[in-house]
């Protein structure tokens, strides 16, 4: 494995290109026949229909490394520059995912249009905004096994939700590898990460109080306490980790909703 390797600028990114990314044991079919609009597995569990091209920015380019490595920068990943010429006619669809945009095209990339660039580097900040992403992930996961919890009725015709939710978790948790040496009692960054945090939260976190779907009644449940409530393995595991690492008396004053 890879180790996160921080640097302050990069030569080799500009904000206004466009890039795509890809596992490097498709580069050479790529490279050789050009970039084709597909269903490929993350488009597949996101439910997508449609056979698309994803692309994103410069500004955005890291925060998909990583959450397409899942934080780590794998030697099987590469990263693919496309040429203004290509797309400077070209219907381009952007939409917000999280915090990160994206862009999709529904037309195939000629090779000659493609040029395969070095992985960047990721800075301190980059990989600190993607882990409070992985948290504001965890908060949206939290509200909705609570809506589980107390209206099971509202999922009857999704028997599936359960077993989703549990995949999503262990997501998250595969995500926040890592993250501990930032947050942990000890990190000589657990104050200042905390206050970007609460930042960062502003109207949606872990420590929302959670309201009943149905009548908006407040049960004075924290979004987190769904932690409590599951004893699946996953879901022990990040409420074993958000009590460990995150300063709960901290945040939960802090975050006044």
Not at 214 to 229: E, H, N, T
Request: hydrophobic fraction near 35%.
């Amino acid at each position: 494995m890879e180790q996160m390797m921080f640097f302050k600028d990069s030569t080799t990114i500009q904000p206004n290109c466009a890039y795509h990314i890809t596992e490097r044991s498709a580069l050479a079919q790529i490279l050789s026949e050009g970039l084709k609009p597909q269903i490929g597995k993350r488009s597949e569990k996101a439910h997508e229909s449609k056979p698309l091209i994803y692309i994103t920015d410069g500004i955005d380019l890291p925060q998909w490394i990583l959450i397409f490595t899942k934080r780590r920068l794998l030697n099987d990943v590469a990263i693919l520059e496309i040429s203004d010429e290509f797309l400077e006619h070209k219907t381009i669809v952007w939409r917000c995912n999280a915090n990160e945009e994206e862009g999709t095209l529904l037309e195939e990339i000629p090779p000659q249009y493609l040029k395969e660039i070095p992985i960047p580097k990721i800075t301190q900040k980059q990989l600190w905004n993607y882990y409070f992403s992985c948290l504001h992930d965890l908060a949206y996961l939290c509200y909705d096994l609570l809506d589980y919890k107390y209206n099971p009725e509202l999922f009857s015709d999704n028997p599936d939700f359960y077993n989703g939710a549990m995949r999503d978790a262990q997501n998250v948790l595969m995500s926040l590898d890592g993250a501990e040496q930032c947050f942990s009692p000890g990190s000589p960054d657990r104050e200042k990460i905390h206050k970007e945090l609460i930042d960062y939260w502003k109207n949606y976190s872990l420590f929302n109080h959670y309201k009943i779907l149905i009548d908006k009644s407040d049960r004075g449940d924290r979004y987190y306490s769904a932690l409590d409530s599951f004893s699946d393995e996953s879901i022990v595991q990040l409420r074993d980790w958000v009590k460990t690492n995150l300063d709960l008396e901290l945040l939960e004053k802090s975050v006044v909703l």
